[in-house]
């Protein structure tokens, strides 16, 4: 029957899922919050503020610390909601390729509030690229610090190159438990998949753009 | 009562918005690893921000309410942030012992703490700046006061071994 990721962005939406008497929202066998991006923001940008104006040459480490910040979500996230009774339900039956697999998170994640997330380019177990409108991080980078000279959106760079590793690294179609031993063995793996923003709106591009391949040794 | 505004979403831009700001969802896992990343990075300074962040946070989220939906008194507004802060999946706040010149407020399963333990175990310190820093921002903007005026700290954590986490809410 095909992927209709609106249809899967839809559905999501239309969980309305809210606090339950303790406050809380346990879905996907997670517990989520509907955060603000304010606050990402604020102390992702401010952790890579302090790195450049203390120690400019470690500016490289603060962002890779935070993208590992994404690879950690796009495991506990994306892996959740792949092994979830939800994911069943809706998505699941949608599913004939392991490509099928990547469109139907996107539209998960279309329903999250990141931004508008388009699949330009999907070469299985090589490459991945991923426009994105509205990117939370960058509109926030703009709004609140101006202009970047580089790219800014590391948790979206993060989960790009985790829902590769998900679906080609490791195999999330086969409901593996979710445990750090299994996130070392599938992102330390040395030609596990990493992502480079090749666009971003926050240095004055329209839209931004990962592309996730495996690394090279 | 004042008129209620929840969040919409804008399935074209993928954005969803309450009270011209941005809501993102994440679970548990980025959150408290977010927040590991940024005390490992920053040490001693990481709470402060963390705390600040949190405040300013709040203040934007609630003050844009109060401009586009006032709350009739300053309780009411308090009551309203307490409300956003467990419909978003952060906890459930009692506010019973505070007033709109501060007091003590505590919840009994806050996600920042609940996260942080069952992924690290125990720590050493509190671990709740987000909830700190947006309670005092609701008090701030519920009793119209300079940030400044207003501070919160988390005095008992369950990430720290307490059985709930509890916050003393001091207005200057
Ligand atoms: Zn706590």
Redesign the interface.
Known sequence: MGMDE?AV??AV?GLE???N?????PA?G???????????N???F??VG??IRELPELEED?IA??T??GH??A???FG?IMVSVEWDAVVRPMISTREDWAKGMIGV?????????RLAELVPNERLVLEI??S?EA??MLEGYGKAKHPRCF?AAGGGAGLMNLLYQGDITKRPALTEDYYHEVFGHPRSFRARETRCLAMGDSHCEIVVERQRH | MSKEIGPAFDIERGIIDLGGRRVVLHCNHYNVFLQRTIEDGLKARAPRLLAAAGMETARNLLGGLEVKAPSASPRESLERAVRIFAEHGFGAIDISRMNDQGGTATIARSHYAIGWRSRWGIRQTPGCYFPAGYLAGAVAIASNLAPERVVATETACYAAGAEQCTFVVEVW
């Open positions: 609106r962005t839809e939406a899922l809210r606090g008497e303790e406050g809380l929202i996907f997670l517990y989520l919050t509907k955060h603000f991006a304010d606050y990402y604020r102390i992702s401010g952790l302090a790195f603060a610390l935070l590992e910040a950690v979500c495991f506990h996230t959740g994640v279309n329903a999250l509030g990141w931004g508008r997330y409108a509205h939370y509109v926030g948790l």
